[in-house]
């Protein structure tokens, strides 16, 4: 296994998903890679917590 590059889907920039990542996504029994950099996951993540909190 080694460091992939992934470009995601909301900014589109460029982002590495680390073998150590990789690894703890197999492990949480995860299949798909991640589509959005950690930057837009943490800015989804708060958004949706948002909603929820109406």
């Known amino acids: 296994m080694q460091d992939r ?3 995601c889907k909301d ?3 460029e982002f590495v998903f680390t073998v150590g990542e990789q ?3 197999k492990e ?3 299949e ?3 589509v959005r950099c950690p930057e837009c996951r943490k800015a989804r993540k708060a958004e ?4 929820e909190r109406r």
């Open 32 to 34: 798909n890679d991640p």
């Open 28 to 30: 949480k029994g995860f």
């Open 48 to 51: 949706k917590n948002n909603r």
């Open 11 to 13: 900014c589109g920039k």
């Open 23 to 25: 690894e703890f996504f």
């Open 5 to 7: 590059n992934i470009v």
